[in-house]
Structure formats: C-alpha cells, structure tokens
C-alpha cells in the first residue's frame, strides 16, 4: 500500500493543484493577517472562508481525482493487490496533500506573524472537514461510473451542508421561536460537521456572550469535560462513516 500511496501522491504533486492550493491558501491568510493584528479577528475570518472553500476544494478535488486514476486502479485491481489497499492509497494521497496544503498555507503566516490556540484549534478543523468532505466525494465516485455525476453529487453534499442545512435550520428556530429549543439546537448541530466545526471554532473565541442565553448554553456544554468528547467523537464520527462505506462498496464494485 505504501508503494501505492506514494505513487498517489508523486501523481498529485505533479498535477500542480497541491501547489496552486497551498498558495492559494497562504495568500489568504497573509493578506487576513495584514489586516488586523487581533487573533480573534483574524480566527474568525479565516474560520469564515475556510468553512466556505475548504469543503468544496476538498469535494471537488477528491472526485476528479478518483477518476483521473481510474485507469490505474483499474490496472492495479487486475493484479495480486488487496483492494483495500488501493483504496486507502488514494484516499490517504488526497488526505495528506488537502491536510498538508491547510498546514503550510495557514502555518506559514503563522509563523511570521504569530497565533494562539485558537488558530490551531481552526488548523484542525480544516484538516478534519477535509477529511469529511473527501471521503463525501469518494463514496459519490465509487457508486457510480460518470465523472460528472458524480461531481455533481459531491456539490450536492456541499451546497446541502454549507447552505441548505443552516436554513433549514433557521427556519425551525424562527417558526418555533416561542419554545425553549437549546437542545434541538444543539442536536441538529451534530448532524452537520460545517456547522459542528464552526460551533466548537466560536466557542474558542469567547464570543458567546453576544449570542445570548443559547449561546451560553453552547459554552456551558461545548466547555465541559462531557460536550468536548462528544462533539470530538462526533467530527470523529463524521470523518469515518463516508470512507468506510465508501470502501465497502469499493470492494464489492465491479469495474
């Protein structure tokens, strides 16, 4: 699987999108950090265009690329490999150059300008939604042959998280204004990692105070003991049901 894996990844490099994404998000942050010198500020804004682009570069990417090398898996499928294997090989590639891009792209203007803990706490936050949102796009690819239906539905997962989701969710608290619903709020939250990763990015930043009696009652239970291993198993939760059902019906898909 190494060998794979390490094939996967020379294919990317050579590709020039890792490249192209890394700056991309290095001048993001340079010119964010140009802006204000408060590491609240500038948490949060980063936070706002990470929640925005990282899911659908991650989408996007991880499906053109399942099929950019579909003649290679198949290639690979037709000898002694494990198909496991050849799937976690691509599925890790796509992982480590996303994950790789967010660090360095992020970490180098950190390094000159200087964070908090915050800061890390969005480090991995991206890192965790692109792992959510690429293994989203692999389980679209592996259940169906068109390159554009499939990309279409790795949209669909994006447009539904980052957009459709919150005005669901909207609507329910304005049509429900006149009962208590901090609870349902805080369940529909664990539906939806955007949402879920945003949540636990504000809570960092103290600002619940202007998000009156729910918002206190998000950093009442997002900073207890109890809330941090929950939300964290379930971002876990999140980054791992799409890749393991995408490797089941890899493995029993006939190409």
């Not at 060998?3 to 192209?20: G, M, P, Q």
């Amino acid at each position: 699987m190494f060998k794979l894996l390490k094939y996967s990844l020379y294919d990317i490099v050579k590709s020039r999108f890792a490249i192209l994404y890394t700056i991309f998000m290095v001048l993001v942050a340079v010119s964010i950090y140009q802006v204000s010198e408060d590491m609240s500020k500038v948490s949060l804004s980063l936070l706002n265009i990470m929640l925005m682009i990282v899911p659908l570069i991650a989408a996007v990417f991880a499906t053109t690329h399942f099929f950019n090398n579909l003649e290679f898996t198949e290639l690979m499928l037709a000898q002694p490999v494990k198909r496991r294997d050849v799937f976690l090989s691509q599925v890790l590639a796509v992982i480590i150059m996303l994950s790789a891009a967010i660090v360095i792209g992020f970490g180098i203007p950190m390094i000159l300008w200087g964070a908090d803990s915050t800061v890390l706490t969005l480090l991995g936050i991206g890192i965790a939604l692109s792992v959510v949102f690429a293994g989203l796009a692999f389980l679209a690819s592996v259940l169906t042959r068109d390159k554009a239906k499939a990309i279409g539905i790795s949209l669909s997962f994006w447009i539904y998280f980052s957009l459709i989701y919150d005005g669901f969710v909207l609507y329910l608290i304005y049509s429900l204004a006149d009962y208590p619903l901090e609870r349902t709020t805080l369940g529909l939250v664990f539906f939806n990692p955007v949402d879920l990763g945003r949540i636990i990015m504000l809570m960092q930043l103290d600002i619940s105070a202007l998000m009156g009696y729910t918002g206190a009652f998000f950093q009442n239970f997002f900073g207890s003991a109890k809330g941090i291993l929950l939300s964290s198993a379930m971002m876990l939760l999140w980054m791992l049901w799409p890749l393991g059902v995408a490797m089941r019906v890899f493995r029993k898909k006939d190409f």
